[in-house]
C-alpha cells in the first residue's frame, strides 16, 4: 500500500496483560521502525528491521517486548504483561533505505489501566 | 545521544520568522526535519544529506553544518498551519531530536 498501517488506533489493556500492535509498511520498503511516544516531545526509538531481520534493537526492553516482521505478515510489536508505564503511542515508520526519511503510522494509542 | 533542539517552545503571530536548531554529539551524516501536529503522524519535511546542504521547501528551508554536528530549520512568513512540534533527526535515523514546539497565532 501508500501509506503505513497501523493496527489497532487504540488498545485498553489492564495491567499485566499481553499488548500485541501491527504494522504494514509501505510496500516495498524494506525497513521498518518502532517508536513509542509517551511525552509530547519525546519519541524513543526500541526496534528497527531490515526485511524480516532484527536491524537493531537496542532500544527494545527485551524482558516484556518481542517484535516480529514476517514474510507476507504485518509487522507486530508485542508487550507481554503490560505496566502502567506502558501506556503510550506506538509509532511504526517504514523506510526504503537505513538512512532514508521515514513514512509514519497514524500510531496506536496504548492505555494500561 | 539524542539531538537537542532549541528553542523548547516558540510562540509567533502570522508573517513573522523563526529559526529551529538541532544539536548533536555525534558525529551526523544526514539530518531529516519531521513535524508532528497535535494528535498526528510525523510528516517527513525534508532531508539534508551533506555537510553545508541548504534545502527549500516553499517557505521552510533548512541547513547542515557537518563540523559543528548542528542543522537549523528555517520558517519565513509563518502560516497558521506551520503550527506543530518539529523534530530532527539523526542521519541513522534511531534517536530524534527532544522537539520544539511552535504555535503560530493570528
Known amino acids: 500500500g501508500e501509506e503505513v498501517a497501523q493496527t489497532p488506533k487504540h488498545l485498553v489493556r489492564g495491567e499485566g496483560q499481553k499488548a500485541k500492535l501491527y504494522c504494514a509498511p509501505i510496500k516495498g520498503h524494506s525497513y521498518v521502525f518502532w517508536y513509542q511516544q509517551v511525552l509530547k516531545n519525546e519519541f524513543k526509538f526500541l526496534i528497527s528491521?531490515?526485511?524480516?531481520?532484527?536491524?537493531?534493537e537496542t532500544g527494545m526492553p527485551k524482558e516484556r517486548f518481542s517484535a516480529k516482521c514476517l514474510p507476507n505478515s504485518p509487522c507486530s510489536l508485542e508487550i507481554q504483561a503490560t505496566k502502567l508505564e506502558d501506556s503510550a503511542v506506538y509509532f511504526c515508520?517504514?523506510?526504503?533505505?537505513?538512512?532514508?526519511?521515514?513514512?509514519f503510522g497514524a500510531g496506536t494509542r496504548l492505555s494500561v489501566l | 545521544q539524542q539531538p537537542v533542539q532549541s528553542p523548547q517552545a516558540v510562540i509567533l503571530r502570522e508573517g513573522e520568522d523563526a529559526v529551529i536548531n538541532c544539536s548533536s554529539s555525534k558525529a551526523l551524516y544526514s539530518v531529516h526535519w519531521y513535524r508532528q501536529k497535535h494528535g498526528e503522524a510525523p510528516v517527513f519535511l525534508m532531508i539534508?544529506?551533506?555537510?553545508?546542504e541548504q534545502k527549500g521547501h516553499e517557505k521552510i528551508s533548512a541547513s547542515f553544518n557537518e563540523k559543528k554536528q548542528q542543522s537549523s530549520l528555517y520558517l519565513t512568513a509563518s502560516q497558521l498551519s506551520y503550527s506543530g512540534t518539529y523534530f530532527c533527526?539523526?542521519?541513522?535515523?534511531?534517536?530524534f531530536g527532544t522537539g520544539t514546539s511552535l504555535t503560530v497565532i493570528p
Open positions: 539534508l544529506l551533506k555537510g553545508g
Open positions: 515508520a517504514s523506510s526504503q533505505r537505513d538512512r532514508g526519511f521515514q513514512y
Open positions: 528491521f531490515q526485511n524480516e531481520n532484527v536491524f537493531d
Open positions: 533527526g539523526t542521519g541513522d535515523q534511531f534517536y
